[in-house]
């Protein structure tokens, strides 16, 4: 098969990335792709950009960690500028005091569940939860600059868009324009990007899956589910477009042929692992189980929440940046030296 016209990590750089060999654990670093992304995907929602633009921003987001450490970048840093950048890509573009506005109102959020206690539950349905009907960045003014998200977990939160004038911006604008840079040359200038989506599509009209009932839907979505994980970054279009068919087709209990992957040129070791990866992503952050799933329903248990809800504050208090990854991976390191 011809080579990708886009560039895909190296063995050398998935065994060892920067941040692994700067004593970042290879979960830690996966819980902080996880939180970039999602920041890009909210953002990018909450300024109606289309979905080849967010995920544009996501797999250059995961390029860069591939050849850059977190101790190095921050994790906010480097999402508000993939965005701004994709948005470029793509050719639509936004308004840079928009997309910051944006990403303050997130990270506020974000601030504010961190001050809940420990004993407070809260779900990544809630954390989700904020659209433009809350809050705009083109219409914050009409409700004075203010907006307060529904539901419980979100009483006492307030928001106050910042002035026009305002140090905010013009640190955030500095701190974009670094970072866009810093993307482009440690990347080398390849913006390419092939998405699966379309790939996707035409493998179920030759699968003639394409017209069955929620197929091609919960393909799409666990193509966008998969845009959390490296994967984009790892594996070529093709195989994630047959990894998002097996994944749904098994969940929905539809048949497919003996050894249907070989019209697409992979391998079945190859497309189940992707799935088994984003299975994983589906367990660790409590995402909502697709229908057909084997624990979707079953309500979770009260340590398992705890677990993950300790893994989410940890990944969000580390996104704030590059300082905190240090801070972090120092102390770690202390603490085992004290434990030997």
Not at 145 to 162: I, L, S
Not at 176 to 200: C, W
Not at 225 to 231: A, I, K, R
């Amino acid at each position: 098969m011809a080579h990708a016209p886009h560039p895909l990590a190296t063995l050398e750089q998935i065994v060892s990335t920067p941040s692994a060999r700067d004593g970042i654990p290879s979960e830690v670093e996966d819980d902080l792709r996880v939180v970039g992304c999602m920041l890009i995907q909210e953002a990018g929602v909450m300024l109606k950009l289309p979905q080849n633009t967010m995920a544009t921003a996501q797999v250059l987001f995961h390029r860069f960690y591939y050849i850059s450490s977190l101790c190095s970048f921050g994790v906010n840093d480097i999402s508000i500028s993939a965005l701004f950048l994709s948005s470029k890509l793509c050719e639509t573009p936004v308004r840079l005091r928009d997309l910051i506005n944006t990403y303050i109102f997130l990270l506020a959020r974000i601030q504010h569940l961190l001050t809940l206690p420990p004993n407070q539950p809260f779900r990544m349905s809630n954390m989700a939860s904020a659209s433009t009907a809350a809050w705009h960045p083109s219409n914050g003014s009409k409700d004075k600059g203010k907006a307060k998200e529904q539901g419980p977990v979100w009483e006492g939160f307030t928001f106050e868009v910042p002035g026009f004038h305002d140090e905010v911006f013009w640190d955030w604008k500095d701190v974009i324009t670094a970072s866009e840079m810093q993307i482009l040359k440690r990347l080398g200038f390849n913006m390419q990007v092939d998405l699966p989506y379309s790939h996707m599509i035409n493998y179920l009209k030759i699968l003639d899956l394409v017209f069955e009932d929620e197929v091609a839907q919960m393909c799409w979505s666990i193509l966008n589910d998969l845009l959390l994980t490296p994967l984009y970054a790892i594996h070529p279009p093709h195989t994630l477009a047959c990894a998002s068919i097996l994944l749904t087709t098994r969940l929905l209990r539809v048949t497919l042929p003996d050894r249907w992957y070989l019209l697409f040129d992979v391998t079945y070791d190859e497309i189940w692992s992707c799935c088994g990866r984003l299975m994983v992503l589906w367990h660790d952050w409590g995402m909502e189980q697709p229908r057909g799933a084997i624990t979707s329903g079953v309500p979770e248990k009260e340590d398992d929440r705890g677990a993950k809800e300790t893994r989410w504050r940890r990944a969000w208090v580390l996104a704030q940046g590059r300082k905190a990854v240090r801070r972090w991976v120092e102390e770690r390191e202390k603490n085992e030296a004290d434990r030997a």
